[in-house]
């Protein structure tokens, strides 16, 4: 080899590096961004992002991490081991608030949206023909999933009652889990149960319940569900708006799928491979929950809410909703899907 050549060949060898280098920066500079999820099908816009790659369009590297309580979701976003999270919007969210804990409520992840109510009252089947009217649940057990805890679904009970002239003592109710109301009605031990599904569905095919009232007929566009921000990724706020990118991206194929417009069958496998909801065969029947594609959130429903859960005692004193809830992430990120049509 002629060593006059060395100089240029390295010279080749150290631009190529250089070049291999610069085209792999995006990969090596991705955002780390943890996110809390429960593994629900109103996660769902979480899921779709990671298993499309929608995130990673943004230049996020997401890591997910299943969480079991609202106690557990609003310690672990104020302390920055969440950057963000799926969680119920509900009474002990906002206590914590009101206790200082920090975090915003930044997006749809769940509504009674009209068409989907995930949630129902089922009424044990050789009940069906005495319990037709709201008024008939008078002296009735009934189960409810985090009673006298502040949870959504005592919001929409209450609304139940108040419509057939009856308030909670004029029943014998009871907390629950769902599992537990769907084996309670089948050995008789209460009347009416709300359930979510697929439990909703499958008790009704088992012919344990009859499906009475879905929750999108007794309260509408109810904010069961939502995404919150923890203040590590508020302190970044590229990052959350590219999260939020993402995020409405997938929303928006969600309700694409539903809808006939975008692959069902694909929803479903990301359904299946991430939820609690492992048979594929229940998609096809169940009701699915209620997502904004453009992460709009329910704010006057929510304020109902809260007036609902400081009267009937969930709450010391009531929030204001300015302090917690911030959809300017979710409107700049409209703005940008909106802009890329």
């Known amino acids: 080899m002629n060593t006059n050549c060395l100089p240029a060949l390295l010279r080749g060898v150290a631009a190529a590096a250089i070049a291999g280098l610069a085209a792999a920066a995006p990969a090596w500079a991705q955002d780390k961004v943890k996110v809390g999820a429960y593994s629900s099908v109103s996660d769902a816009p979480l899921y779709i992002a990671l298993e499309k790659g929608f995130f990673k369009e943004q230049g996020l590297d997401v890591e997910m991490v299943k969480i079991d309580s609202g106690a557990a979701l609003t310690t672990l976003l104020s302390t920055g081991d969440l950057d963000a999270s799926g969680g119920s919007p509900g009474a002990g969210v906002y206590n914590a608030v009101r206790q200082g804990l920090q975090f915003k409520i930044v997006a749809d992840k769940g509504s009674t949206l009209p068409g989907h ?98 929750a999108d007929t007794v309260y509408p566009n109810q904010q069961y569900g939502a995404l919150m921000y923890g203040p590590g990724i508020i302190k970044r706020q590229a990052v959350a708006d590219k999260f939020m990118v993402a995020y409405l991206k997938a929303a928006r194929f969600y309700n694409a799928a539903l809808a006939g417009k975008a692959s069902k069958d694909e929803l479903v496998q990301i359904l299946t491979k991430h939820t609690t909801v492992k048979n594929p065969e229940l998609y096809k029947t169940m009701k699915f929950p209620g997502i904004h594609p453009d992460g709009k959130l329910n704010t006057a429903g929510m304020a109902e809410d809260v007036k609902w859960w400081h009267a009937n005692g969930r709450m010391k004193e009531e929030v204001k909703l300015s302090d917690i809830v911030d959809q300017s992430y979710a409107e700049r990120a409209k703005k940008q899907l909106d802009a890329s049509r």
Not at 189 to 212: F, H
């Open 117 to 214: 109510g995930y949630f129902a009252f089922v009424v044990r089947k050789d009940l069906a023909d005495q319990i037709k009217t709201p008024a008939d649940l008078k002296d009735r057990s009934l189960a409810v999933t985090g009673y006298k805890v502040g949870a959504s679904s005592e919001v929409t009970i209450g609304k139940l009652l108040a419509s057939g002239g009856l308030k909670e003592s004029d029943l014998k109710m009871t907390n629950m889990t769902f599992g537990d109301i769907a084996a309670a009605l089948g050995t008789k031990k209460i009347d009416v149960g709300v359930l979510i599904e697929p439990l909703v569905t499958q008790v009704e095919a088992q012919g344990i319940a009859t499906i009475w009232k879905r």
